[in-house]
């Protein structure tokens, strides 16, 4: 059974057993909704995204490029690569650094 999480993404088409998962498990999402490519996805639940924002600096009237590390949790459902995009969105801590879980993998 899937749950609708509120977003028009793609539903993974297998089943998982994770309570952490937005889909298949009690997990709620809230807040804020990033974009990024998959850095680092070592860990067995856990990648790194790289988060690339436009900071606007004022004494030259122009934009820089930004960067941030996002660390998100990956439910067993959805298969991620270095080097993937990905859609990650808010929800409550998991640990001290985990605060977003991955939605929907883009090619």
Do not use: W
């Amino acid at each position: 059974m899937t749950k609708n999480i509120g977003l028009s993404v793609t539903i993974p088409k297998t089943e998982c057993n994770d309570e952490l998962c937005p889909f298949h498990g009690m997990l709620s999402t809230r807040g804020k909704l990033l974009e990024g490519k998959v850095v680092r996805a070592k860990a067995p639940k856990m990648i790194v995204i790289q988060h690339e924002l436009p900071k606007f600096i004022t004494k030259y009237k122009r934009y820089a490029r930004g960067k941030s590390k996002i660390h998100a949790y990956l439910p067993s459902c959805i298969s991620v690569q270095e080097g993937d995009m990905v859609i990650a969105l808010e929800c409550k801590p998991i640990s001290k650094t985990i605060s977003f879980v991955v939605v929907e993998v883009r090619s």
